[in-house]
Protein backbone atom coordinates (compact mmCIF):
# COMPACT_ATOMS: atom_id res chain seq x y z
CA UNK A 1 0.00 0.00 0.00
CA UNK A 2 2.96 2.55 0.73
CA UNK A 3 4.47 1.60 -2.61
CA UNK A 4 1.25 2.68 -4.03
CA UNK A 5 1.19 6.20 -2.52
CA UNK A 6 4.66 6.85 -2.94
CA UNK A 7 3.68 6.04 -6.99
CA UNK A 8 0.91 8.46 -7.12
CA UNK A 9 2.82 11.52 -5.15
CA UNK A 10 5.71 10.40 -7.83
CA UNK A 11 3.15 10.85 -10.63
CA UNK A 12 1.66 13.95 -9.17
CA UNK A 13 4.59 15.81 -8.68
CA UNK A 14 5.70 14.64 -12.68
CA UNK A 15 2.86 15.66 -13.98
CA UNK A 16 2.41 19.21 -11.96
CA UNK A 17 6.28 19.19 -13.35
CA UNK A 18 5.40 18.53 -16.63
CA UNK A 19 2.90 21.19 -17.18
CA UNK A 20 4.82 23.94 -15.65
CA UNK A 21 7.59 23.71 -17.92
CA UNK A 22 5.19 23.23 -20.90
CA UNK A 23 3.41 26.56 -20.27
CA UNK A 24 6.79 28.49 -19.45
CA UNK A 25 7.88 27.45 -23.34
CA UNK A 26 4.63 28.30 -24.71
CA UNK A 27 5.05 32.17 -23.20
CA UNK A 28 6.97 34.11 -25.41
CA UNK A 29 10.11 35.71 -24.13
CA UNK A 30 10.91 39.52 -24.33
CA UNK A 31 14.08 40.68 -25.00
CA UNK A 32 15.67 42.55 -22.01
CA UNK A 33 14.99 46.45 -22.41
CA UNK A 34 17.75 48.60 -23.61
CA UNK A 35 19.26 51.09 -21.06
CA UNK A 36 20.79 53.97 -21.72
CA UNK A 37 21.08 55.95 -24.99
CA UNK A 38 21.76 53.65 -27.90
CA UNK A 39 22.70 57.16 -29.92
CA UNK A 40 26.14 56.72 -31.54
CA UNK A 41 29.12 58.92 -29.60
CA UNK A 42 31.35 61.25 -32.19
CA UNK A 43 34.87 60.37 -31.14
CA UNK A 44 37.87 61.96 -31.65
CA UNK A 45 41.80 62.18 -31.75
CA UNK A 46 43.46 63.93 -28.94
CA UNK A 47 46.04 66.14 -30.98
CA UNK A 48 49.04 65.38 -28.98
CA UNK A 49 48.80 62.28 -28.16
CA UNK A 50 46.28 60.15 -30.57
CA UNK A 51 44.11 59.15 -28.11
CA UNK A 52 40.49 58.47 -29.19
CA UNK A 53 37.71 59.55 -26.88
CA UNK A 54 34.23 61.58 -26.75
CA UNK A 55 33.67 64.65 -28.40
CA UNK A 56 31.88 65.32 -25.14
CA UNK A 57 34.89 65.16 -23.41
CA UNK A 58 37.47 66.84 -25.04
CA UNK A 59 39.25 69.80 -23.96
CA UNK A 60 39.00 72.23 -27.15
CA UNK A 61 42.59 74.42 -28.24
CA UNK A 62 43.05 76.69 -31.17
CA UNK A 63 44.71 73.48 -33.03
CA UNK A 64 41.68 70.95 -32.18
CA UNK A 65 40.90 68.96 -29.38
CA UNK A 66 42.69 67.47 -26.58
CA UNK A 67 42.44 64.63 -24.16
CA UNK A 68 43.83 66.86 -21.48
CA UNK A 69 44.47 70.29 -20.39
CA UNK A 70 48.13 68.98 -20.06
CA UNK A 71 48.39 67.75 -23.82
CA UNK A 72 46.85 71.30 -24.86
CA UNK A 73 49.52 73.35 -22.70
CA UNK A 74 52.26 71.28 -24.73
CA UNK A 75 51.24 71.10 -27.68
CA UNK A 76 50.10 74.76 -28.26
CA UNK A 77 52.46 76.17 -25.69
CA UNK A 78 50.36 77.71 -23.47
CA UNK A 79 50.65 79.16 -19.82
CA UNK A 80 52.07 76.71 -17.22
Do not use: I
Not at 24 to 48: E, K, N
Not at 68 to 75: E, F, G, M
Amino acid sequence: MKYLLVLAMVMVAFYVWRNNRVTDRSTPRQPPAPTGSRLPVVMVACQHCGTHLPQADTVQGSLGPYCSADHRRLKEGGPT
